[in-house]
């Protein structure tokens, strides 16, 4: 239910905000935890599954905890100047795009690294084409957020109009990139699951339901509350400005 | 960017309207021709795959079309009377959760036909604990919402102030259970090519981008473009009552 800036509404806006930046953090030191304990640690290299790992650490910082966070941060700054809120809007999209970029070379090196007589296949699975659809509408909201709200400042009064326009499609695109991010991020994980917990040469198996498989959920779990908590958080909690039905919903 | 509901508005919500219908239709039909032309076919037996096919045929039926064409339904009929509108979408929840439910005993079955030696585990996937936490989210809503805005409308004026904090939260979380909905869809999708395309028995190699391949990822394409472009069509899309900006967001 909404929330109006009394009290009451700003203790359940902490309440929320405390649990989603405990699931950001969660969801990274749990599987930080995963690959250097019940994996075989990350890094660049010419070690497959490093490689992957580093890949995955990555998207996780760049998509679901950076990408979180610029979200997150305009709710809690929302009484500070709003130039102020918006450049470290951007500057964590900035770090964002960066994690996410690298993240996705060390994912194209380390697929080119196959057993001697394979293939080497670039961009065939599901997980990649969610990835590539997500990474490719962040860069266009970052390019058409940047020029609209901040370039577009220079001449305030002309573009107002445009800005208060564009603004409603801006948080929308931002909450379908956060969720397209964990239907990557999910799928990803489930694809080190059933590929690496297999049950051969001494690994757990994904069944069995072991410590292994336990936190890789965990991690998914986490994300999963992310994508409950932050659109409630974004729409619905916090100081209200505008009674904000979506178009065409009116209640009878 | 926001449309009233001027021609030009209208037009454009046609255009999304018919992508998305399309992009629903075409996920369902696509689904199925692979199923009946690529895999073994659907049926409620003691073959483990043809059970899952059927599982993943209700489930896309449930979550992702009637899901879809109930959320629809209000920004289509927008210009009916609100009860009947209310009903319609009440009764494609209906249908909706019938097919979810039907898909979920099926899973049950199926996973309870393991070749000799092997144990039965269900729900151990992350697969599957996001496809419970969405269709406990979706029962929750049914549930909330069939009481709050059709047995209250029994004492209409006392419980319309409740209904309109309500409302808010109800299309969130409506949007939230469909984002989750396609998690849970694409990630099974994953593993069913992860599974049965192993390029072993003279299947097909999934990395190697046959006929098999593109459909299960048009499959998933498909429902890409639907957690894109709902959001978008509920959210800042056809016939305006508010100017809808998120709490807390505004522009300067």
Known sequence: MDNSSS????????????????????????????????????????????????????????FIFLNGQSMLVYKLLHQCRKIYVKIIHTIIFVCSISAITIGMVAAIQAQQTVPPGSSVRHFYSLHSWVGLVAAGLFALQFVVGFVSFLILLCCDKATSSFRAKLLPTHVTFGLVIYSLAVVASISGLLQVARGRLNGKEGKPNYKEFEESTIIINAVGCCMIGLAIILPYIIRNCGQRRHHHLPSGYHVN
Chains 1, 2 share one sequence.
């Open 7 to 62: 009290s009451g509404g700003r203790f359940f806006f902490g309440v929320l905000f405390t649990i989603s930046e405990l699931l950001m953090f969660g969801s990274l030191s749990l599987f930080v935890y995963w690959v250097m304990w019940h994996d075989t640690g990350f890094a660049w290299s010419k070690n497959r599954n490093e490689q992957f790992n580093l890949h995955a650490i990555l998207m996780i910082i760049g």
